[in-house]
Nanobody, 116 residues
Framework: QVSLVESGGGLVQPGGSLKLSCVAS????????MGWYRQAPGKEREMVAF???????MYADSVKGRFILSRANAKSTLYLQMNSLQPEDTAVYYCAADFTDNTGLWGRGTQVTVSS
């Protein structure tokens, strides 16, 4: 009953910034935690940032100090502010949600390309 829709991706030069948004439709109270993953071509999907039901936020070492995760609108909207972007950040970024029944869901992804 819940869907995740990402937006905000695009092409940016090294050192630039982008802000990703994920909107969750349906029952926001069924979502226990939300976060962002990314997958570059030929590589495994990796966690970028995740906010737990207790409010704690975990960041991948590669993005600490550059990316900021936030959540608003009664758990229905998730943001990822990405600063000081580098070519290695190029990937498809996916919104993810964990639900109270211990199931999960992925969005379709949004492309982020960092290039000169």
């Amino acid at each position: 009953q819940v869907s995740l829709v990402e937006s905000g991706g695009g092409l940016v030069q090294p050192g630039g910034s982008l802000k990703l948004s994920c909107v969750a439709s349906g029952d926001p109270f069924s979502i226990a935690a939300m976060g962002w993953y990314r997958q570059a071509p030929g590589k495994e999907r990796e966690m970028v940032a995740f906010k737990s039901s207790g409010g704690g936020i975990m960041y991948a070492d590669s993005v600490k100090g550059r990316f900021i995760l936030s959540r608003a609108n009664a758990k229905s909207t998730l943001y990822l502010q990405m600063n000081s972007l580098q070519p290695e950040d190029t990937a498809v970024y996916y919104c993810a949600a964990d639900f109270t029944d211990n199931t999960g869901l992925w969005g379709r992804g949004t492309q982020v390309t960092v290039s000169s």
